[in-house]
Structures are given as structure tokens and as C-alpha cells.
């Protein structure tokens, strides 16, 4: 699942967040764009590992695992600083931050400490 999730749904939401964003580029200028490329790095790292752990090679786990903790401190940047354009209600950015780390300190949690991981993947 986390292989799917790497290979697909993070360049799907990457690819309709940046959809958005394309059109307030000609505002927001230069942060916009540096935003823009380090999602684009982000994601390339994270399809990397999704590879990695498919094709279960050594150390993939663990490029995993830097993956993850490299997304949530991005999805944290993005959502917290006015570089990246959103439509949100006042109040729920605190939300969205803890569930965004939630989500991504559960699947770091299962690489750490699953055994079938630790039986499959090798170090």
C-alpha cells in the first residue's frame, strides 16, 4: 500500500495541488516557483523509494523513511507560510498540519517497527 501511495498518490496530488497553483505563479513570482521545484524534488524522492520498496531493495526502507520525514516537512512549510496559495477556512491549517504529520509519522512508525518489513526489505 505504501508502494501505491509513493508511486501514484503522491505525484496525483502533487500534479492537482500544482494545477492551482500555476495560475497565482504570475503573483506570487520566485517563492511561488522555488515551492513549486522543492514539491517537484519531494515527490521525485518519494517516487524513488516507492521503486525501492517494490522492487525490495536494500536500504529502500529506510530511503522510505527520509522520504516521509522530507514530505511532512514540506506539506508543513506549504501549509504554514504564505508561499503556496490556498482556500482554506480560517482555523483549520492547525488541523490540517497534525493530521498531514499524523499520517506520515503512522507509515514512518510501520517501517521502523513492522516485522514483515524488517523479513522482506533488506538492510
Not at 522510505?64 to 480560517?90: E, K
Amino acid at each position: 500500500m505504501l508502494c501505491l501511495l509513493l508511486l501514484v498518490g503522491q505525484p496525483l496530488s502533487l500534479a492537482f495541488g500544482l494545477s492551482a497553483a500555476i495560475g497565482a505563479l504570475p503573483i506570487r513570482g520566485l517563492p511561488l516557483a522555488g515551492v513549486i521545484v522543492a514539491r517537484l524534488l519531494v515527490a521525485a524522492i518519494g517516487v524513488g523509494a516507492g521503486l525501492g520498496l517494490f522492487a525490495l531493495r536494500p536500504g529502500s526502507a529506510r530511503m522510505a523513511q527520509w522520504s516521509l520525514g522530507i514530505s511532512a516537512a514540506m506539506d508543513t512549510f506549504v501549509d504554514t507560510t504564505p508561499y503556496y496559495p490556498h482556500n482554506r477556512l480560517p482555523g483549520l491549517t492547525p488541523v490540517v498540519v497534525a493530521l498531514s504529520i499524523a499520517y506520515y509519522a503512522a507509515w514512518f512508525m510501520y517501517l521502523a517497527r513492522s516485522t514483515r518489513v524488517k523479513r522482506t526489505v533488506p538492510e
